[in-house]
């Protein structure tokens, strides 16, 4: 894939929050059409219970990627642990955006990097990976989507609710990316290079490998920040992957 590249995660669009709608469209504006292609690597969106709920912020969004992608960017969409029931009629709707499954292999004219939302690395948290089981099962959520609107807001309200409370009581630790998760799935792919998002920690993490990965013995793992007090990018350039934030 020819450079540059943008990658953006964890947004968590939601009518509450207009700020950090308007700071996607200003970044939408300021990049139309000088960029190869935008990943956005999950939780787009705070909650998604069907491509059925059509709302004015999810239209608005439509158009404004639609807009973007017109003027020359191919659009990438990875399910986040927010809006995994994001589906073909919504990407469509957003100027033919490309659903992407994770672990996600992106070739580029420098390097190979895996692509990930980064939910499924938390493994220590075996909580939320029993409910992540659940809710990504092709069944469950099929029957989901049967239910009505109604009842599917009552499931999303009460299930955001019931995780506010455990990650209250939750450490930090526990909810971050499990470093033996990481390498695991490198180590799986092949791969050296790592993006991810979910964790809100925005940060370049260099890993030591022994034994090495193709001829490797460091990794790099780069996560990607969550837009709340200010807004994350990284952008991948002539071979340079660097990470970028701007006030909301």
């Given at each position: 894939?020819t450079?540059?590249?943008?990658?953006?995660?964890?947004l968590?669009?939601?009518?509450?929050?207009?700020?950090?709608?308007?700071?996607?469209?200003?970044?939408?504006?300021?990049?139309?059409?000088?960029?190869?292609?935008?990943?956005?690597?999950?939780?787009?969106?705070?909650?998604?219970?069907?491509?059925?709920?059509?709302t004015?912020?999810?239209r608005?969004?439509?158009?404004?990627?639609?807009?973007?992608a017109?003027?020359?960017?191919?659009?990438?969409?990875?399910?986040?642990?927010?809006?995994?029931l994001?589906?073909e009629?919504?990407?469509?709707?957003c100027?033919?955006?490309?659903?992407?499954?994770?672990?996600?292999?992106?070739?580029?004219?420098?390097?190979?990097y895996?692509?990930?939302?980064?939910?499924?690395?938390?493994?220590?948290d075996?909580?939320?990976?029993?409910?992540?089981?659940?809710?990504?099962?092709?069944?469950?959520?099929k029957?989901?989507?049967?239910?009505?609107?109604?009842?599917?807001?009552?499931?999303?309200?009460?299930?955001?609710?019931e995780?506010q409370?455990?990650?209250?009581?939750?450490?930090?630790?526990?909810m971050?990316?499990?470093?033996?998760?990481?390498?695991?799935l490198?180590?799986?792919?092949?791969?050296?290079?790592?993006?991810?998002?979910?964790?809100?920690?925005?940060?370049?993490?260099?890993?030591?490998?022994?034994?090495?990965?193709?001829?490797?013995?460091?990794?790099?793992?780069?996560?990607?920040?969550?837009?709340?007090?200010?807004?994350?990018y990284?952008?991948?350039a002539?071979?340079n992957?660097?990470?970028?934030?701007?006030?909301?």
């Amino acid at each position: 894939m020819t450079e540059p590249i943008l990658f953006i995660s964890d947004l968590h669009l939601e009518e509450s929050r207009p700020d950090i709608t308007a700071a996607l469209l200003r970044f939408l504006e300021q990049h139309a059409g000088c960029c190869h292609s935008l990943f956005i690597l999950g939780d787009l969106f705070e909650v998604w219970i069907g491509d059925d709920e059509s709302t004015t912020l999810t239209r608005q969004v439509a158009a404004a990627l639609e807009k973007f992608a017109k003027l020359g960017t191919q659009l990438y969409l990875m399910h986040g642990n927010r809006d995994f029931l994001i589906g073909e009629t919504y990407a469509q709707e957003c100027g033919g955006v490309r659903l992407i499954r994770e672990p996600y292999r992106l070739e580029t004219d420098t390097c190979t990097y895996l692509l990930v939302h980064g939910d499924s690395l938390c493994t220590d948290d075996t909580e939320y990976q029993q409910f992540r089981s659940m809710v990504r099962d092709p069944h469950w959520q099929k029957d989901f989507l049967t239910q009505s609107l109604t009842a599917r807001r009552d499931f999303a309200r009460q299930a955001r609710q019931e995780s506010q409370v455990a990650i209250a009581d939750k450490s930090m630790a526990i909810m971050d990316v499990n470093s033996d998760s990481v390498i695991e799935l490198l180590r799986s792919q092949q791969l050296n290079s790592l993006i991810h998002g979910h964790t809100h920690r925005p940060a370049f993490h260099n890993i030591e490998l022994d034994p090495p990965i193709a001829g490797q013995n460091k990794a790099t793992r780069l996560v990607l920040g969550d837009w709340d007090k200010a807004g994350w990018y990284a952008r991948l350039a002539e071979g340079n992957l660097s990470l970028h934030n701007f006030r909301l």
